[in-house]
């Protein structure tokens, strides 16, 4: 059980372009999911948390207009990365919350984009 | 401010025993954990520590002491597939993780 899918799991998107990522807890309900950014051979970087049927909180220095969240039901966070650009290449992963259990944290397998 | 240490990067040979220390300094104290984190993929979790003293599972053994705000992941019997980086996460009182940097393992045969 406490499964997490991402899709896509890589996407390649030319410059100026938007790109949405999905994040979806299979087998359980997440009032809670986090989107997080690695840059190579760096740690995880948490961008945004998001909260069914609310706003997202956004992490000093990331930009909540470029980086659209989404958390419309208990199983499925949207992040769309609008206007990309090269420097916004990078793995992006999500993660769930089981509701029934506040501290465990669940990973989905990372979306890899490139922006040319 | 909130802070997690953990060393960089360690070399241990196959069959050895490593231990991968994390300090932490977080507002309130929820628990710590420990992912597993092999490159390309998003991390794995390992353990949890809430309460002082040690948890043992298979192979893998995380300690905590509250106190000195202080935890180890030990690996028994290292196998070359636990080459991988190992990332340090304390919880604060608002239930978010505060990541380390993570120890990046390399096994040598």
């Known amino acids: 059980g406490a499964v997490v899918s991402q899709h896509p799991s890589w996407v390649i998107c030319k410059s100026g372009t938007s790109v949405k990522i999905e994040c979806r807890s299979l087998d359980f309900q997440a009032t809670t999911m986090f989107w997080y950014r690695q840059f190579p051979k760096q740690s995880l970087m948490l961008m945004a948390t998001s909260n069914e049927g609310s706003k997202a909180t956004y992490e000093q220095g990331v930009e909540k207009d470029k980086f659209l969240i989404n958390h419309a039901s208990l199983t499925l966070s949207t992040l769309t990365v609008t206007s990309a650009h090269p420097e916004d290449s990078s793995f992006y992963i999500c993660?769930?919350?089981?509701?029934?259990?506040?501290?465990?944290?669940?990973f989905g397998p990372g979306t890899r984009l490139t922006v040319t | 401010g909130q802070n997690i240490d953990q060393p960089t990067e360690m070399t241990a040979t196959e069959g050895a025993i490593v231990q991968i220390n994390c300090t932490y300094q977080?507002?309130?104290?929820?628990?710590l954990f420990w992912y597993q984190q092999h490159a390309g993929e998003a991390p794995t979790f390992l353990s949890y520590?809430?309460l002082d003293g040690l948890e043992e599972k298979g192979r893998f053994s995380s300690f905590l002491s509250r106190s000195k705000g202080y935890s180890y992941l030990l690996l028994k019997e290292l196998q070359m597939k636990d080459s991988a980086s190992y990332l340090c996460?304390?919880?604060?009182?608002?239930?978010?993780?505060?990541w380390g940097a993570g120890t990046k393992l390399i096994i040598k045969p």
């Open positions: 520590n809430v």
């Open positions: 977080t507002s309130g104290f929820n628990g």
């Open positions: 993660s769930a919350r089981d509701t029934q259990v506040d501290y465990e944290q669940y």
């Open positions: 996460a304390a919880m604060d009182s608002n239930y978010q993780l505060i």
